[in-house]
């Protein structure tokens, strides 16, 4: 690992995330929803929760402890949390709870479909946002793609799609700066950067399991959700052999 790559994902913290909230509220950004026509200056924060539900509970704490609000979006085909496990789902819940808005984070990879065309999207769209809201209790009005780059999501750029408000819209697209957190490095532009150029309209993307309690290379952060998640597993099957006076065989 070179001294770059460390500098890259250095300040991928908790500090640093709450850094750049409150540099955006120095900057007097109303923090907005996407079905929401503002005239003034705003920011549009966005979590695609690709790996840990934990960690974006963490990061909506924060959130709400400043006094801001973001969009939480969240897939019903990770594969690295499970919105039916009761804890997954009270995490949910919990971000709802905190204030933010939880929308629809669409994977085309979850079907068989080398190419979208307007009806079948819309009615997976629809599907899946029926799935998400019986899941999770609430209602569901937006929608952002899951690795839109893999298939020709991008194709469709609505600026609403079946019913929901499309985070890849034309308008976001065309009138906002943009700047993006994948795969644990500043794609384009460092954020603070673009929220110190003080553009009147901003669409900022993280995702949670970047922003660790201490920096850490981006591909340890993801083991750090896949075995703390298989660690809870264990733990849970322990617990249960123990309440249930089982004997728990080793060998």
């Known amino acids: 690992m070179t001294r770059s790559d460390q500098t890259s994902f250095a300040e991928f913290t908790e500090n640093g995330f709450l850094r750049l909230l409150r540099a955006l ?15 003034e200056r705003h920011v549009l924060w966005r979590h695609d929760v ?14 709400a402890e400043e006094g801001v609000v973001a969009t939480y979006f969240i ?25 933010h808005e939880i929308g629809l984070h669409f994977d085309a990879g979850a079907y068989s479909v080398p190419i979208w065309k307007q009806p079948e999207l819309e009615h997976a769209l629809a599907r899946e946002r029926t799935l998400l809201e019986n899941m999770l209790g609430f209602r569901i009005d937006c929608v952002s793609w899951h690795n839109p780059d893999l298939s020709n999501l991008l194709d469709f750029d609505a600026d609403e799609i079946a019913g929901l408000a499309n ?5 976001v697209r065309r009138d906002y700066a943009y700047c993006s957190d994948s795969n644990g490095y500043w794609r384009f532009r460092p954020m603070a950067e673009v929220i110190a150029d003080g553009q009147p309209r901003l669409h900022l993307l993280t995702h949670p399991a970047w922003w660790t309690p201490e920096p850490m290379a981006p591909t340890a952060r993801v083991d750090r959700a896949i075995l703390g998640r298989a660690r809870a597993v264990r733990r849970d099957y322990d617990m249960l052999l123990a309440a249930g006076g089982r004997r728990n065989v080793s060998q």
């Open 75 to 99: 897939n019903p085909h990770s594969a690295f949390y499970n919105l039916l496990e009761p804890e997954i789902s009270r995490l949910a819940a919990r971000i709802r709870e905190l204030g």
């Open 25 to 39: 509220k120095t900057a007097n950004y109303r923090f907005a929803r996407y079905h929401e026509s503002i005239v």
């Open 167 to 171: 985070a890849y819209g034309a308008r």
């Open 50 to 63: 690709d790996f840990s539900m934990h960690r974006a509970t963490r990061l909506a704490a924060i959130e």
